[in-house]
C-alpha cells in the first residue's frame, strides 16, 4: 500500500470514528459543528511541525562527491552558437493559406455532395 492509500484510509476513518464519538448521525446533527472545529483545527496542525523539516541550501548536492563520481561533459557544449530559424514566415500568411485550403476543401465536398445528390434523382 502507498503512503497516499494510507493516508486516505486513516483520514475516512478516523472522521468516521470522530462522528461516532460525537453522535453525530444522519438525523441528528447537534454536534457536528464540534465535528468541523475539530477538522479545522487538525487540519492546521502540520504547521506546528514545520520546525523539524531541516534548513539547508536547496541548491546544495544530498550525495558527497564521491559518490557522485567526475563530472563528465555533455554531448553538445554550452557556449556553441546555435541559429534559431523561423519555421512560419508571417501568421497571416499562414492563416491565409490554411483558409483556402480549407474553402477548397469544403467546397470540393459541397461539389461531390451535389453531384451524388443528382445521381440519386
Known amino acids: ?3 497516499d ?32 472545529l475539530t477538522r479545522n483545527i487538525l487540519r492546521v496542525t ?3 511541525l514545520l520546525f523539524l523539516i531541516p ?16 563530472k563528465e561533459e555533455a554531448g553538445t557544449p554550452e557556449n556553441e552558437n546555435i541559429e534559431l530559424v523561423s519555421l512560419v514566415s508571417s501568421v497571416d500568411e499562414s ?6 485550403e480549407h474553402r477548397i476543401l469544403t467546397l ?14
Not at 534548513?55 to 567526475?70: F, K, Q, V, Y
Not at 492563416?95 to 483556402?100: D, T
Request: aromatic share 6%.
Open 5 to 36: 492509500n494510507v493516508g486516505l484510509l486513516s483520514s475516512q476513518w478516523g472522521g468516521g470514528f470522530l462522528l461516532h464519538l460525537l453522535k453525530v448521525t444522519r438525523t441528528r446533527f447537534d454536534n457536528l459543528w464540534l465535528a468541523i
Open 108 to 121: 470540393g465536398g459541397l461539389k461531390q455532395e451535389s453531384a451524388s445528390e443528382q445521381r440519386s434523382v
Open 1 to 3: 500500500m502507498s503512503i
Open 46 to 48: 502540520p504547521l506546528c
Open 95 to 100: 492563416y491565409a493559406k490554411i483558409s483556402q
Open 55 to 70: 534548513r539547508g541550501d536547496p541548491n546544495a548536492s544530498l550525495l558527497p562527491t564521491e559518490i557522485l563520481g567526475p
